[in-house]
Nanobody
């Protein structure tokens, strides 16, 4: 398994949660990493992404200002800090990654060839 996501669980609305994704890939610092989510009966949607160094971050409008993506290249890990969680954030969260060139931006699921197994986040009201 090249990407291993963890950190999901049951939380209350307004709570915070941090997801982690450990990557067993060569040259992780050259990977563009992202988080997607899929709610029951819905298509997989983009949540957040972070480019290779120097890192830039990108967010879906629905999570902007509440979620923060970061990476630790020394640990080959990408994080998603989720604050002020809402019931509509309930979904299976997937991390994804791909090698990238410096100027590329990837926010579509079709752009990625490596996926984690998903971790369920349930937000109760």
């Amino acid at each position: 398994v090249q990407l291993q996501a963890c950190g999901g669980g049951l939380v209350q609305a307004g709570d915070s949660r941090r997801l982690s994704c450990a990557a067993a890939v060569p040259s992780f610092s050259r990977f563009f990493m992202a988080w997607f989510r899929q709610a029951p009966g819905k298509e997989r949607e983009f949540v957040a992404a972070i480019s290779r160094n120097p890192s830039s971050t990108f967010y879906a409008d629905s999570v902007k200002g509440r979620f923060a993506i970061s990476r630790d290249n020394a640990k080959n890990t990408v994080y998603l800090q989720m604050n002020s969680l809402k019931p509509e954030d309930t979904a299976v969260y997937y991390c994804a990654g791909r090698p990238s060139i410096l100027t590329a931006i990837y926010i579509s699921p079709e752009d990625y060839d490596r996926w984690g197994q998903g971790t369920l986040v349930t937000v109760s009201s």
